[in-house]
C-alpha cells in the first residue's frame, strides 16, 4: 500500500520570476511580507522583488540565518502579525524557506515555534499561504512539507514536519541561480543527489517517489559538474534546477536517511555546509545498503548507467573530488572522545529510514576512514 500528495503548484521556467506581480494577484493575495536572508537583501535583489510586486509586498524580513532559529521564526511571525499580512513569499535556499513555514503558521496562531519544535505537539491548522521562489539549486523545500530549524538554547537542531508547510505555489526560476557562488552550487548540487538517492533508499520508499529520484539523479550525475563552471552554463543550471525540485518531491514522502541523520551534527558543531555533510557519506550508505530489499540500490544504479551501485559510489566519489567537495574530516584533528561524540550525534531519527540497521561500530568505521 503506498500512498502520494502533492499540492504545490509549480511554475518552472526561465525568467518566471518577472511574473510575480501577477501571478499572485491572479492568487488573490493582497498584502504580503518577503522572507530572505541578509545577502539578498544587501545585494539589492530583495527590494527589486519588493518593487516588481505591484504593492503586494509591504515589508522584508532579512534576518533569516543560514541555519534558521526559532527566534528567527517567532520575530518573522511578530512581523507578519505587525504587517496584516495574508500571504508569504519566501525567497531564497532553504534556510528561509524553513524560517518562512514554521512563521506562517505563528502568524496565524500568535503563539512562539518552541511549543511544536521537537515536542511532539501537534501544529495547529491555521497558517498563511505561502509563495516559495528558490534561488538555489538544492533544498527542493519549495515542494515539501518540513522545516529545518535550531534551538540554540537547548542546543540541538530538528525538523517539524507538518502538511501546513506546503507552498500554495513554487515559482523555479533557474535565472536565479546564475550567480550563486561556486561552493555553495556545490553544496546544494550535492544535497539535491541525497535527496533522490536516500529518498529511493528509505523503507518508506514508493514508485511515483522512486521515478523522481532516478530522473533527479541522473540530472545530478550528469549536470552538476557544468553547472558548478567557473562560465555561466545556462542548460546545466535549467537541468539542476530541475533537478531539485524533482528531487524535493522524491524525498518529501519518504524522507531522507542515515546521511541526512549524520549531517546535522557535522554541520552543527563543525560548521560543515549541509550538503557536503550530506554528500560527505552518501556513498558509504549506499554501499552499506548495496544488498538491501532485494539489491534496490543496485538497480536504481543501473537505472542510471551503471553497472551497479558500487560503480555508482565510485562515481560520486570522482565527482566529489573533481568539485573540490569534502571527501574527509582530516583538517578536524578530531580525538577519539570527538569521534565517539559523532557516532553518538547520528543517531538521529531519519537514521531509521536506512533499510539497514546503521549501528554504532558501522558509524566508528565510517568516520574512521575519514580521519
Known amino acids: 500500500m503506498w500512498e502520494y500528495k502533492q499540492p504545490v503548484k509549480i511554475i518552472f521556467g526561465g525568467g518566471q520570476v518577472n511574473r510575480f506581480g501577477e501571478i499572485v494577484t491572479a492568487l488573490g493575495y493582497k498584502r504580503g511580507v518577503l522572507v530572505?536572508?541578509?545577502?539578498?537583501?544587501?545585494?539589492?535583489?530583495?527590494?527589486?522583488?519588493?518593487?516588481q510586486s505591484q504593492g503586494l509586498l509591504t515589508a522584508v524580513y532579512d534576518g533569516t540565518r543560514p541555519n534558521p532559529t526559532v527566534e528567527n521564526v517567532d520575530s518573522c511571525a511578530a512581523l507578519l502579525r505587525q504587517q496584516q499580512a495574508d500571504f508569504v513569499v519566501a525567497l531564497g535556499g532553504g534556510s528561509s524557506m524553513d524560517c518562512a513555514k514554521a512563521a506562517a503558521c505563528m502568524a496565524a496562531t500568535g503563539e512562539s515555534i518552541t511549543k511544536y519544535h521537537a515536542t511532539g505537539v501537534p501544529l495547529p491548522p491555521e497558517h498563511l499561504p505561502l509563495v516559495a521562489i528558490p534561488t538555489t539549486a538544492g533544498t527542493g523545500a519549495e515542494v515539501t512539507c518540513s522545516s529545518v530549524l535550531t534551538n540554540e538554547e537547548k542546543g540541538f537542531k530538528a525538523p517539524i514536519l507538518s502538511d501546513n508547510f506546503y507552498?500554495?505555489?513554487?515559482?523555479?526560476?533557474?535565472?536565479?541561480?546564475?550567480?550563486?557562488?561556486?561552493r555553495v552550487a556545490v553544496g546544494t548540487g550535492l544535497d539535491v543527489l541525497s535527496h533522490a538517492v536516500e529518498g529511493y533508499l528509505s523503507v518508506h520508499h514508493q514508485p511515483?517517489?522512486?521515478?523522481?529520484?532516478v530522473h533527479a539523479a541522473r540530472l545530478v550525475m550528469e549536470y552538476l559538474e557544468a553547472a558548478c563552471a567557473p562560465e555561466t552554463d545556462p542548460a546545466a543550471k535549467e537541468k539542476m534546477a530541475e533537478a531539485s525540485v524533482m528531487a524535493g518531491l522524491a524525498f518529501s514522502i519518504p524522507k531522507t536517511g542515515a546521511s541526512h541523520a549524520c549531517s546535522f551534527i557535522l554541520t552543527n558543531k563543525y560548521g560543515i555546509p549541509h550538503g557536503e555533510a550530506c554528500g560527505l557519506t552518501l556513498d558509504y550508505f549506499i554501499r552499506v545498503n548495496a544488498e538491501a530489499e532485494g539489491g534496490r540500490m543496485h538497480q536504481f544504479a543501473r537505472l542510471l548507467g551503471y553497472e551497479d551501485c558500487y560503480a555508482f559510489c565510485d562515481a560520486i566519489a570522482g565527482l566529489k573530488k573533481r568539485l573540490g567537495a569534502r571527501v574527509d574530516l582530516k583538517d578536524l584533528k578530531l580525538t577519539e572522545e570527538d569521534l565517539e561524540l559523532l557516532v553518538k550525534g547520528s543517531h538521529h531519527p531519519n537514521m531509521d529510514n536506512s533499510p539497514t540497521k546503521i549501528t554504532d561500530e558501522m558509524l566508528r568505521e565510517m568516520y574512521r576512514g575519514f580521519l
Not at 511515483?208 to 529520484?213: I, N, S
Open 167 to 182: 507552498p500554495v505555489l513554487a515559482i523555479v526560476d533557474p535565472e536565479l541561480t546564475y550567480t550563486v557562488p561556486r
Open 36 to 51: 530572505c536572508d541578509s545577502f539578498l537583501a544587501k545585494n539589492g535583489f530583495a527590494a527589486k522583488m519588493v518593487e
Open 208 to 213: 511515483v517517489c522512486d521515478a523522481v529520484a
